[in-house]
């Protein structure tokens, strides 16, 4: 059973058109994260939640926000993109505890911008 | 400070023989160490982890050699076989903090 699911699979956009990708999750894991993942690059970490505490990363465009309305859910909003912002988006959860825990990620959405 | 340092970035290896690829860190406050394998087209998935009071850990053909001291750890990959082609990252994390992964290793194993 799918635990992290990303939706849409596959996104194209126009250049300068705002668009919204969502994340849920059934594991109750209380860190979601977001990577941007270019091609054959390692993946970026955008930002993540530690409960609703909201941690971006210092080199994160200000384009790129997120939402986090419970638990379950999360939303990356990419407010005007850019050609540069075609990628694929990973989300992932992880439950923080001592000693570190896994992560587990979606199979990800590809977002493409035209 | 954060970084964690792989390479090789790319590994060609005959089918049946060891794939070793290595990472590198320098907080000392990491105190866990994943291996991620990622398929194109797919999320990376975790395949195995260890944390620094062991120095190895070993599930099947897949093994990590960790040394705390020189503050490095690697993958070795067993009977490496056609299917283990991927893209693999370590990465590595502190206790309620994000994961950092390594730049990641493209990994192809001869027919």
């Known amino acids: 059973d799918a635990m992290v699911i990303q939706n849409p699979r596959y996104q194209v956009t126009q250049f300068g058109k705002p668009v919204t990708l969502s994340c849920s999750q059934t594991?109750?894991?209380?860190?979601m994260y977001w990577y941007q993942q270019k091609s054959s690059q390692a993946p970026k970490l955008l930002f993540h939640?530690?409960?609703?505490?909201?941690?971006n990363e210092a080199d994160t465009p200000d384009n790129f926000q997120s939402r986090r309305p419970n638990t379950s859910f999360c939303f990356l909003d990419i407010r005007s993109p850019g050609l540069g912002d075609t990628a694929m988006y990973l989300c992932?959860?992880?439950?923080?505890?001592?000693?570190?825990?896994?992560?587990?990620f979606g199979q990800g959405t590809r977002l493409t911008v035209v | 400070q954060q970084q964690v340092k792989q390479s090789p970035q790319s590994l060609i290896v005959q089918k049946g023989g060891i794939s070793i690829i290595n990472c590198a860190y320098e907080?000392?406050?990491?105190?866990?160490f994943p291996w991620y394998q990622q398929f194109p087209g797919k999320g990376p998935a975790l395949l195995i982890a260890?944390?620094?009071?062991?120095s190895e850990k070993k599930e099947g053909r897949f093994t990590i050699s960790f040394n705390k001291s020189a503050k490095q750890f690697s993958l070795h990959i067993m009977d490496s076989q056609p299917g283990d082609s991927a893209t693999y990252f370590c990465?590595?994390?502190?206790?309620?903090?994000?994961?950092?992964f390594g730049k990641g290793t493209r990994l192809h194993i001869l027919p």
């Open positions: 992932a959860t992880s439950r923080a505890a001592p000693g570190g825990t896994e992560a587990f």
């Open positions: 990465a590595a994390s502190m206790s309620w903090d994000k994961i950092i």
């Open positions: 260890i944390r620094p009071d062991v």
């Open positions: 939640y530690y409960d609703k505490d909201f941690n």
């Open positions: 594991l109750n894991h209380n860190v």
């Open positions: 907080n000392t406050a990491f105190d866990y």
